[in-house]
Every structure is written in C-alpha cells, then in structure tokens.
C-alpha cells in the first residue's frame, strides 16, 4: 500500500507540520462523555468508534486523491497488566486491522466487524503474537530486518496508527503546582507530546 504523505521532510519542499504525520486531539470531559455514550449505544468501544473513524477518513483520502485502496491500521495494544508497577515503561504491543475498499462503504457493518475484531484480540491476548515474532526472528541473523524491511521502496508496513492514550500521568506519584503541573524538583512539566510507534510512511 502507499502511504498517505511522506514521513520525512522533502529537500525540495520542507513542511515541517508534515513530519511526523501525525494529529494529536485531547477531548474534554464532555466530549468524551458524548462519545462513550455513542459507543456504548453502538455496543462498541471508544476506541472501536476512534478506528471506524480513521478507517473512513483514510478512505476519503484516498478517494479525494482519485484512488482507494485497501488500508491497514495498526492499533497500540496495551500489555500492561494490574499487578506491574512500571511507571516510566511502555508495555505496549500492535495489532493490524486490514480493510479493502469495499468494505468500508457500510459504516454500521464497519464498526460491527471492527468490535468482533477487536474483541477476539483482546480475549486471545494476540498483542503478545507481535512480541512473539520479534523474539524468534531475533534469534535468526537478520531476522528482524527482514521482517520491518519493505519490499519495495513503494510499500509501508501499515497505513495508520491510532494510539488512544487517556491521561498517562494521571496516577504520577509526583506533586502538582497550583496549575495541576507536575513538579519534580525545581523542575515544572508544562507539556507533553506523546506518539506511538511511527515507521517510515505511516501516519
């Protein structure tokens, strides 16, 4: 599949907005009351609802730009477990989610293939099947090139990732300032950029 835009700044044209691809939204309390509410009514999740809705806003992309073609999205799979105390560390996974064009003409057909599909994911823990490949090819000489490798300069890996985050530093076992900013030591955080994994041409 091509990728939407380039994932690194051109030398003839240098658009810094374009790099990374990536568009960041914090919803407020409303706006995400509303939309758990809409999910719930759907029997879906948020984050269901949140991946129909890049499936489709990829599709009219790509249909603005005169040509659909199949996208795949690659969806961060929390691995964290209740008992792991590990603050500072990503334990995250991906999984793909591959549509052809067709597919997405049916939205209410979309989101319900989406929900099974997420759904068998996460009662077969198949976030571990990503880490699980990585191991063994690790094991073998170039095994992991191999597999982040594109074939041909034209290929990308997967389309889109979406990354749902909710409020990573909401638990920080850290003091706040009379903003809400966490404090550690003379130091204020006033902002954080968060992304998940982004591989050459995807967004």
């Not at 044209?13 to 509303?34: F, K, M, N, Q």
């Not at 806003?57 to 792991?84: E, F, S, Y």
């Not at 334990?91 to 929900?115: N, P, Q, W, Y």
Request: proline share 7%; aromatic share 6%; with cysteine.
């Amino acid at each position: 599949d091509l990728p939407l835009t380039t994932s690194r700044p051109s030398p003839k044209a240098y658009h810094p907005e374009l790099y990374p691809a990536a568009v960041e939204r914090t919803l407020s309390h409303d706006e995400l009351a509303a939309l758990r509410f809409g999910a719930k009514k759907m029997r879906a999740t948020i984050n269901d609802v949140m991946l129909r809705d890049l499936f489709l806003t990829v599709d009219q992309w790509n249909k603005d730009h005169g040509d659909r073609r199949p996208i795949r999205l690659a969806m961060a799979v929390n691995m964290r477990r209740a008992q792991d105390v590990l603050p500072a560390t990503n334990v995250v996974s991906m999984c793909f989610l591959d549509r052809k064009d067709k597919e997405l003409d049916d939205h209410a057909e979309l989101l319900k293939g989406i929900t099974r599909e997420t759904r068998y994911i996460k009662s077969h823990h198949l976030g571990y099947a990503l880490i699980y490949v990585i191991a063994l090819l690790g094991k073998l000489k170039g095994g992991v090139n191999w597999l982040f490798t594109p074939r041909n300069p034209w290929q990308c890996l997967s389309t889109a990732v979406l990354s749902n985050l909710g409020e990573p530093l909401k638990n920080a076992p850290l003091p706040r300032d009379t903003q809400g900013q966490l404090v550690a030591g003379g130091l204020t955080l006033e902002s954080l950029e968060l992304l998940p994994p982004v591989r050459p041409k995807t967004s």
